[in-house]
């Protein structure tokens, strides 16, 4: 039971790191690529990347605060495998809750 407590306070920065950056490509992305578009300071091969650099520092600003302050509470493992893992298990939270709240919306 402790090794699971662990593990899973391991992954929720990163869980959370991968909802806010799935969030900001789902939302905001389009808008900062007319914003980018308007100024032509960027083409279309630097849009994505500007867009993606934004998105994560974002995420990881967020997520890094959060990480602190569990570190400062409970145990935690620092691995790139569970990074990952809570990348990849945000990223896919945030395309259900997506796809569910879009089905919701066709029928109403």
Do not use: C
Request: proline share 2%; charged share 15%; glycine share 6%.
């Amino acid at each position: 039971m402790q090794l699971y407590r662990v593990l899973l306070t391991s992954i929720i920065a990163t869980v959370i790191f991968g909802i806010i950056d799935a969030l900001n490509f789902l939302f905001i992305e389009e808008k900062l690529t007319n914003f980018w578009k308007k100024t032509g300071f960027f083409d279309v091969e630097t849009i994505p990347l500007i867009n993606g650099g934004i998105s994560a520092s974002i995420a990881l600003f967020i997520s890094s605060f959060i990480d602190s302050r569990i570190h400062m509470h409970f145990n935690v493992i620092k691995h790139p495998f569970l990074d990952s893992m809570g990348i990849i298990t945000g990223t896919i939270l945030v395309i259900f809750l997506y796809k569910f709240w879009n089905d919701i919306k066709r029928y109403f």
